[in-house]
């Protein structure tokens, strides 16, 4: 069994890592930076509230073997020097202290946002060129902080990169719930008529790989692999699927994809004069992600790592439905 540092342990993939590996005898040493969401300890479990991009960390990090990197803020909208210090700062700093206590393999969770574009995109590798400018700074905050674990690994770092796709389950707070948000009103805009193929990642899909990837013999060299159910769906079978497990009447209105756009990027203007510059109801990435079409191909996954991951959709959301209905608007 081994010590093993999980960053972002208050957020929703953290915790859920924190507690998989705890329950499997691993000794955990779970931060993040809401005390209130952190993992209970236990025997196996040792709970640290800590921002990495500024508290010292000599301390979580001694005689850890392992580090899974998954604390970041992950948010459409916000500032960029927000995204800055989170994603890459903090990064930057865990890397060099994992050097310095010579950690055995550095597991980082970056994020395929970084593929988005305005078009559609079917099996989508891991090889990647950034683009001349980016839709979101949390995409090319994650793209640097992926440019980080790189280098860190040439300095002799074991490191390993999983870029998962929409995570949800029993504890999301991000993407489920941004969906029920739309939906609370009554009816849901179908962005190019919900025809667009996405893929999701049931979150004990994505535990059980990064459980696998603690003590397995995998390749550390620092590439990435691509993460998601393995069965792509069209966004109006997801919503249909989620509405129904929850027994919502919700009206699907056909809304085509430049008029939305447009009101999109008038609405993201209204919102950065406003005071605090909130998130706006609409943002031109929430449109792209449900109107255009990204799959992944995570065939290296499945062959470099052993992943084989179950993708029933209609069991996951009935799950999830049923936690939603006790827990999910506390």
């Known amino acids: 069994m081994a010590r093993i540092l999980v960053t972002g342990a208050s957020g929703f993939i953290g915790h859920k890592v924190a507690g998989q590996l705890a329950s499997a005898g691993h000794t955990v040493i779970a931060t993040g930076r809401d005390h209130s969401r952190l993992p209970q300890a236990d025997a196996h479990l040792r709970a640290i509230t800590a921002d990495l991009a500024d508290d010292a960390l000599d301390a979580l990090l001694e ?6 990197h998954s604390a970041a803020l992950s948010s459409p909208w916000g500032r960029a020097e927000e995204f800055q210090r989170a994603n890459v700062l903090a990064t930057q700093r865990l890397l060099e202290h994992a ?3 010579k950690v055995r393999r550095f597991i980082h969770i970056g994020s395929p946002s970084i ?7 079917y ?7 950034p683009p001349a400018r980016w839709i979101t700074d949390y995409a090319r905050t994650k793209w640097e902080s992926e440019c980080e674990v790189l280098a860190a690994c040439a300095r002799g770092l074991p490191a390993l990169i999983l870029r998962p796709r929409a995570v949800y389950g029993e504890g999301d707070r991000a993407i ?3 969906l029920l948000a739309v939906a609370a009103r009554g ?3 179908m962005i190019g008529g919900g025809r667009a193929l996405v893929d999701v990642t049931h979150i004990d899909n994505l535990v059980g790989l990064i459980e696998h990837c603690v003590d397995a013999d995998v390749p550390t060299d620092g590439r990435a692999y691509n993460v998601s159910n393995g069965a792509p ?7 249909d699927t989620l509405f129904s497990a929850l027994e919502l009447d919700v009206k699907r209105v056909p809304v085509p994809r430049v008029p939305a756009l447009l009101l999109a990027g008038l609405a993201e203007r209204v919102a950065l004069l406003r005071p605090g510059r909130p998130e706006p109801r609409l943002s031109r990435y929430g449109v792209g992600v449900l109107g255009y079409a990204q799959t992944l191909d995570i065939s290296r996954a499945r062959c470099e790592l052993g992943y084989d991951p179950n993708p029933d959709l209609e069991a996951s959301l009935a799950r999830y439905a049923q936690w939603w209905r006790t827990h999910g608007r506390a």
């Open 187 to 189: 009816w849901f805009p």
């Open 63 to 68: 005689g850890c073997e392992v580090v899974v």
């Open 123 to 129: 099996g989508v590798e891991e090889a990647f060129d």
């Open 99 to 101: 050097l310095r206590h």
């Open 115 to 121: 593929y988005f574009r305005f078009r559609d995109q």
């Open 233 to 239: 769906v069209q966004v109006s079978h997801l919503l």
């Open 176 to 178: 489920l719930p941004r």
